[in-house]
């Protein structure tokens, strides 16, 4: 794999179904699979396989039906769960498990009532049990992000010489701030042996709102996977937001890293995931939110006019959204206006501007939007309608 290209591991179907409420059955999650394959995803959670007959099926589907990526299944540290995994995997093309176990001291005192050594110990078990099914064995040290970073560079290690060829650092609980997530990916890249024979990955959590920064910081330190999911759904407030660590990459190419992602397809992912899994995507999510590329302010909407790059970074086309839109409220200008009527007809001067844009902002104090039908009615009904030209 090129240093400059970052994989894209896709876990809506995993970590984001995790989300209460949002289940989804076999059909609606190959669906989603097979748009993630066509999106140009390089891995694919497809599920935890051990934990319901349901996911069992699904994972044992997709790996099916996928053509392109590689199919991923999640384990636990535990034989049974690898084994499970592995059998729901047989028919994948590229075929990788995920195990893994928590490496922090919350975990290892309270969780597994263990020891350091003997988590290191598990950890080398699981991956060498993995890599007797599968060549591509994923290992996850859970609460990465809380966990002592020489002794998480021992786990590492460990796992490296089971034979892992992916060490999955997640910030399970969100708690990191990027330039500590970032100086623990580049501590690992300089300190585990044997690292070059492994591709660091950053999994990170949004509960401080950080998810794609983390994750952004941990590529430009060196780890070459993101794990992420469509809308940045998942576990409370959320995983990393596919859309928005691909478009960073995309839109500032000083750091000389990208991905596989056909980007033009990813408005219309993220509206069959908010569909398939009934949740309401906040309008000014970034990238993908409805009013994303949305313009209401007077002064923002005559530049955009004017030139769209004046407010937008982001080619609405290079998402999948077809064009920006210019929202007329009580504090949009007489450009926007114009710009408004041209679109539905009416070309107008700027002495008929100035004599319609005043009962335009009567209208527009009374409802919170103003609309084509609106904008017909204004016009229609002001006195020199007559004079208008309309085309």
Request: charged letters at 25%.
């Amino acid at each position: 794999m090129s240093d400059s290209k970052v994989q894209i591991f896709d876990t809506t179907l995993r970590d984001g179904e995790q989300v209460p409420g949002c289940k989804l059955n076999t059909k609606q999650k190959l669906v989603i699979a097979k748009a993630l394959d066509q999106l140009g995803v390089d891995i694919i959670e497809a599920g935890f396989p051990v934990s319901s007959p349901g996911d069992f099926r699904s994972v044992e589907e997709i790996s099916k039906i996928t053509k392109n990526a590689i199919v991923c299944g999640l384990t636990r540290s535990i034989e049974n769960d690898i084994k499970v995994a592995a059998q729901a995997l047989k028919h994948a093309k590229k075929p990788r498990i995920h195990t893994g176990i928590g490496t922090s001291d919350s975990h290892i005192i309270h969780k597994f009532k263990s020891s350091r050594e003997a988590i290191i110990e598990r950890a080398f078990k699981a991956v060498r049990y993995s890599k007797s099914f599968v060549e591509d064995v994923e290992f996850y040290a859970e609460d990465a992000g809380r966990t002592d970073n020489t002794y998480l560079a021992q786990v590492c290690e460990a796992a490296i010489k089971a034979g892992a060829t992916v060490l999955n650092i997640p910030d399970t609980t969100g708690y990191c701030l990027p330039h500590e997530y970032g100086e623990k990916i580049k501590y690992l890249k300089e300190n585990v042996k044997g690292i070059d024979t492994a591709i660091l990955s950053c999994h990170c959590h949004n509960d401080l709102g950080l998810a794609t920064a983390n994750s952004i910081e941990g590529v430009i330190n060196g780890a070459r996977q993101i794990e992420c999911t469509i809308n940045g759904i998942g576990e409370r407030a959320g995983n990393t937001a596919l859309e928005e660590v691909v478009m960073i990459l995309k839109q500032h190419p000083y750091l000389k890293l990208d991905t596989n992602i056909k980007t033009k397809k990813l408005y219309a992912i993220s509206q069959l995931v908010s569909d398939s899994m009934g949740i309401y995507t906040q309008p000014n999510k970034a990238i993908v939110g409805a009013n994303a590329f949305a313009h209401s302010s007077g002064i923002h909407q005559d530049g955009v006019i004017k030139n769209r790059e004046t407010y937008e970074i982001i080619d609405p086309k290079a998402v999948g959204v077809t064009a920006s839109a210019i929202v007329l409220t009580a504090r949009s200008g007489r450009a926007a206006l114009a710009y408004r009527a041209k679109n539905i007809g009416y070309i107008l001067t700027k002495l008929q501007l100035d004599e319609i844009y005043p009962n335009f902002l009567t209208f527009a104090d009374q409802k919170k939007e103003v609309n084509d039908n609106d904008i017909h009615q204004i016009i229609e009904t002001s006195r020199i309608y007559n004079e208008i030209i309309t085309n």
